[in-house]
């Protein structure tokens, strides 16, 4: 269940993820592979689009186009236009869904042409982990469980504000696992990087319990709180929008100084602060934190050897996402894009102008 105490902070949490990650629609329970990206744009045969190559991605094989004199539908007997209807949708939509077409149209061509296989395991997957960072932003802290449910509901609700499709979604969700795929597949990971990575997890690590919030304002109003004596881990139950973490007060996973996979600030101020001690209102991001250290502690440390698969995969996922990111820019850079629709064409040039020509 969603916690009532503070909707608009998770809420607020949902929709920037939304946002940063592009993720324009809403999936199903059950997630659904969606077509090809040349179904897709066949389905609107007016707008059109070029490879890097100079292929069409418009292919043969599905239905035609009904006329442009059949109205798209009736209003008291009424009817609508089918190309204004049309044209409102390219308008507002067309840009961004023609982004994401293009960048999976050229990822599923560099996957095909190296034989990288993208499963509906892998989708399932990538939703899954799509899923998790709406409420959770900082998995890397709160361990493998969270609530799906929760996280469902958000996103449903969010969504349908926003008047997004599963299509859409799902389209996104199918992209990033293909250029994850990619990215994996030229991933290697040095004896060194995996030597850093065992000085991570087994040097000292600090164990802090923290409350995150969307606002400022409600940062300061978890500060004014835990100083008329609230009780910080009953706090975090209370107000923090990281339902992962909020369940165990607060409690995240040990972490230590140099663990680059958590913001430098987060780890800054944990460090700064004696067994007991609570933070001022720390920054990462788009998000506020307030941190409470638990302890200190220097896990016994196994020998290299056994653990070094484990290491080199652990720095594996941890360069994973900011490689997918520079993969998708340099993607739509590079794709050559001829647009033949006047709408999305002039919609397109005003929201990607270094593209247009």
């Not at 998995?139 to 349908?160: K, M």
């Not at 995996?194 to 606002?215: E, L, M, S, W």
Request: proline share 5%.
């Amino acid at each position: 269940m969603c916690k009532a105490a503070n909707p608009f902070g998770t809420r607020h949490l949902v929709l920037l993820f939304i946002s940063a990650n592009m993720l324009v629609g809403c999936a199903p329970r059950q997630p659904l592979v969606p077509p090809s990206v040349s179904q897709a744009v066949q389905e609107r045969s007016p707008v059109s689009a070029e490879s890097s190559d100079g292929r069409d991605l418009t292919r043969s094989g599905l239905r035609a186009d009904p006329p442009q004199s059949q109205p798209i539908a009736k209003v008291n007997g009424r009817a609508m236009a089918r190309q204004r209807f049309l044209d409102l949708l390219l308008d507002s939509h067309g840009p961004v869904l023609l982004e994401q077409l293009a960048v999976l149209s050229l990822a599923e061509d560099i996957a095909a042409q190296r034989a990288i296989k993208v499963t509906k395991a892998d989708i399932d997957l990538e939703y899954s982990r799509a899923l998790r960072r709406f409420v959770d932003p900082i998995p890397e802290l709160t361990g493998s469980n969270f609530d799906s449910d929760t996280a469902e509901a958000l996103l449903e609700s969010v969504l349908e504000d926003r008047n997004i499709s599963r299509g859409e979604f799902m389209l996104a969700i199918r992209r990033n696992a293909v250029l994850r795929a990619i990215v994996l597949a030229d991933l290697t990971i040095s004896d060194e990087q995996a030597r850093d990575q065992y000085d991570i997890q087994f040097g000292k690590r600090a164990i802090v319990r923290h409350i995150q919030v969307g606002t400022r304002v409600e940062a300061n109003r978890v500060i004014a709180e835990l100083s008329r004596g609230a009780e910080f881990a009953s706090l975090a139950q209370r107000m923090s929008v990281n339902s992962a973490s909020s369940q165990s007060g607060g409690l995240l996973k040990p972490f230590s100084r140099n663990d680059k996979t958590l913001p430098a600030d987060f780890r800054n101020a944990a460090f700064a602060l004696a067994p007991g001690e609570v933070s001022g209102l720390v920054k990462t991001g788009k998000w506020y934190h307030v941190l409470k250290l638990v302890r200190f502690e220097k896990p016994e440390q196994p020998v290299f050897g056994s653990v070094e698969l484990e290491m080199k995969s652990q720095v594996k996922e941890s360069l994973v996402e900011p490689a997918i990111q520079r993969l998708y820019e340099r993607l739509f850079r590079e794709a050559r894009i001829t647009i033949y629709d006047e709408t999305l064409r002039e919609s397109f040039r005003r929201r990607f102008p270094s593209k247009a020509g």
